[in-house]
């Protein structure tokens, strides 16, 4: 059976047209939400804890009884609240830049500021659970379990606070007019970056809680 190329160039030619008069630019066609570098970071940040849960699981093979006994001391509903929270958070996020695409930046503010919201309940609720800790005289260096935990945990605890600031500067960019319907790419970064606290925790929970 022949190809017709002749033909298949004509399509593709045809296709490209479409695709201009319709407005739509092509580098847009290839380009991810929130834009290439952020999701850079992002591939970079689940490398990174990747790692930090791999030690984890083999330092958790090789003392199996300690990190056993470990983790009977930790707050699994605390930890399981925490896990609804970042949830809920990412899906205000989610609703606030729907919002902000079609142009309701009221909307979107409202619905941003509640994302923040979850993102503070979080770390009270992780201030909580060090502080618990610490009572009970737990510290980081303790002992595998404990120094592994405070990092992987730690380590995350700091993403969710850039995550919150920047969704702060991302509120007042809208309330002030500087990011709508047309210009919204910094939000959307914004929130790939909230949405891979989100990932990254899915990963951290169980793994450190329940496993």
């Not at 591939?43 to 093979?61: M, Q």
């Not at 300690?66 to 949830?87: C, H, M, S, V, Y």
Request: contains cysteine; glycine residues 12%.
């Amino acid at each position: 059976m022949s190809v017709d190329f002749g033909h298949v160039y004509r399509l593709s030619v045809d296709i490209e047209t479409s695709v201009k008069q319709s407005g739509v630019d092509n580098a847009s066609l290839y380009e991810p939400p929130g834009g290439v570098l952020v999701w850079m970071i992002v591939f970079i940040e689940i490398l990174t804890f990747g790692a930090g849960l791999g030690v984890f699981l083999f330092s958790g093979r090789e003392h199996a009884e300690l990190f056993t006994d470990g983790r009977e001391l930790l707050n699994q509903p605390l930890a399981f609240a925490n896990t609804l929270i970042l949830l809920s958070g990412g899906w205000c996020m989610v609703n606030g830049l729907d919002a902000l695409r079609q142009g309701s930046t009221h909307v979107a503010s409202r619905w941003i500021g509640g994302a923040i919201l979850t993102g503070v309940l979080f770390t009270v609720l992780k201030g909580v659970e060090y502080a618990d800790k610490f009572s009970h005289g737990i510290a980081f260096g303790q002992d595998e379990f404990f120094t592994l935990y405070f990092i992987l945990t730690g380590f995350h605890l700091a993403h969710v606070l850039v995550a919150v600031v920047l969704l702060c500067f991302m509120v007042m960019g809208i309330r002030s007019g500087k990011y709508n319907a047309e210009n919204y790419f910094d939000v959307e970064s914004g929130g790939v970056f909230w949405h891979m606290c989100d990932l990254i925790w899915l990963l951290v929970y169980p793994i450190i809680y329940l496993l």
